[in-house]
């Protein structure tokens, strides 16, 4: 297994990481995802320590809390063999004071998180979604105490946009508080909108990406091809519309290629996507989810080889995106170029 320095940080983390949000299975999106119990999760963990995936990522808002309980479970005895990541800021309730990023809010969830997860730390803590409604100033304070206070190592965000993002890490460098040194974000080869402008502000301020659905929210396993009904027993029929958007043809188009790459290297469809992704500028880990042991085996077969250069161009053409703007300009035009050439 690679490890990689994530962002700004001496924190090193596995170049694959492992999604938890199978785990318990409650409510009508986490279901559909998986129900892994404790003893199932405790046999996964075991398989992800032996091959050197020691970082586990999950959230409050994973079956209401439950994902993280089952995740204390499976990790108990050897809480300092792993790395754990958790997120907040979503709804966890109805209530006024059951979302956001407000003082009161964070030290709540964090206490409540670092219970159900059965320990006294939170290597990562990730604010889940920006929250417009409190001080930038408040929210940052405030992680900054709870690093202080030992009860986080380091922070980051996750899916905020670009001036989001930039703003935090403004004001931290303002007032000395802590930086946040990862943002998890949605990337891979059927949605590279990462590209345009949070990678650019990752690599100039240098905060790693931990990568969330790097298959496309289950689209790029192989098993939905041009022509084909969606498998029976696909997620995707309870799933699709909670994730990211996907052009069909476009997405037929990529598998085709990375189907004739299988064919080359003997590597599956999905490790040929992960493995693509580890290739790019400022992504420090990609998680991974499994329902079970053979689908976490085939996944963390992504590792120990590369594509060749040929293999990532075919697969960069296929998947190339128009930009929106005013980034499209930079792709399209010297002049532009120039002043500004993409890191990819």
Request: hydrophobic residues 40%; charged residues 25%.
């Amino acid at each position: 297994m690679e490890y990689r320095n994530l962002g700004a940080s001496g924190l090193r983390v596995p170049v694959l990481s492992f999604g938890a949000g199978t785990f318990a299975g409650r409510g009508p999106l986490f279901s559909a995802w998986g129900s892994t119990d404790a003893m199932e999760a405790r046999r996964l963990v075991d398989i992800c320590l032996e091959a050197g995936v020691n970082l586990f990522d999950t959230a409050d808002v994973y079956s209401a809390g439950a994902s993280e309980e089952v995740l204390g479970q499976a990790i108990r005895g050897r809480r300092d063999a792993v790395l754990i990541s958790t997120k907040t800021a979503l709804p966890m309730g109805d209530g006024p004071a059951d979302w956001g990023s407000s003082r009161s809010r964070l030290i709540k969830s964090v206490d409540a998180a670092l219970q159900r997860l059965g320990t006294d730390y939170i290597d990562l803590l990730q604010l889940h979604a920006f929250d417009a409604s409190t001080p930038i100033e408040e929210t940052l304070s405030t992680l900054d105490g709870l690093v202080k206070a030992g009860k986080i190592r380091y922070i980051g965000a996750s899916n905020f946009a670009g001036w989001e993002l930039m703003k935090s890490l403004a004001i931290s460098d303002k007032h000395g508080y802590a930086r946040h040194v990862a943002h998890q974000v949605y990337y891979s080869l059927a949605g590279r909108d990462y590209e345009w402008e949070l990678m650019p502000l990752g690599h100039d301020q240098n905060v790693g990406a931990l990568v969330w659905s790097p298959l496309a929210w289950g689209r790029l396993t192989g098993k939905i091809r041009r022509g084909q009904p969606l498998p029976e027993k696909s997620r995707l029929h309870e799933t699709a519309s909670f994730g990211p958007p996907v052009d069909d043809e476009k997405l037929f188009d990529i598998v085709d290629v990375l189907e004739e790459i299988a064919g080359e290297t003997g590597k599956s469809v999905p490790q040929i996507a992960l493995n693509w992704l580890l290739s790019r500028p400022t992504v420090a880990s990609v998680i991974i989810g499994a329902r079970n042991e053979e689908q976490l085996r085939q996944n963390l077969g992504a590792v120990g080889w590369t594509l060749s250069k040929e293999q990532i161009e075919r697969l960069d053409k296929v998947s190339e995106m128009t930009a929106p703007y005013p980034y499209f300009p930079y792709r399209r035009q010297e002049g532009f170029a120039r002043l500004n050439p993409p890191l990819v």
